[in-house]
């Protein structure tokens, strides 16, 4: 019996899902997406592009759509900023991308870590 119980509950859950998607189909906004899809796959077709090649273009438009990957990501993150440190006392100058510089951290045990953060440059 329980076989039967999951045909009748898979073949109500089929129903309800052909009468949402007989109502999406309907819907003005998603036949507008549809066609708009259908005619970018017609151009990249045409012109033998895939839809890599579509978006490094669209990237080379509009720079912000580069920053987001559709591929996934790639295992790397942005470089830290560079941050320069001068010494008021010797006049020795750090830059460094890290907090850990073995100078830096010589000059936090003398002078304090606000003193030293103190002498960053903009």
């Given amino acids: 019996m329980a076989k039967i119980n999951d045909y009748y509950q898979k073949k109500q859950l089929m129903e309800k899902l052909a009468t949402e998607i007989n109502q999406l189909e309907q819907d003005q906004a998603l036949k507008s997406e549809l066609a708009f899809e259908n005619s970018i796959r017609e151009l990249m077709a045409e012109y033998d592009k895939t839809p890599k090649h579509v978006l490094q273009i669209l990237g080379a438009i509009d720079p912000s759509i580069a920053g987001a990957k559709a591929e996934g990501s790639t295992g ?8 320069t440190y001068k010494n008021p006392h010797t006049g020795e100058e750090v830059q460094t991308r890290g907090g850990n510089h073995k100078i830096l951290n010589e000059w936090r045990q003398k002078h304090g870590k606000e003193a030293v953060q103190s002498w960053q440059q903009d």
């Fill in 76 to 83: 790397t993150r942005a470089k830290r900023p560079m941050k």
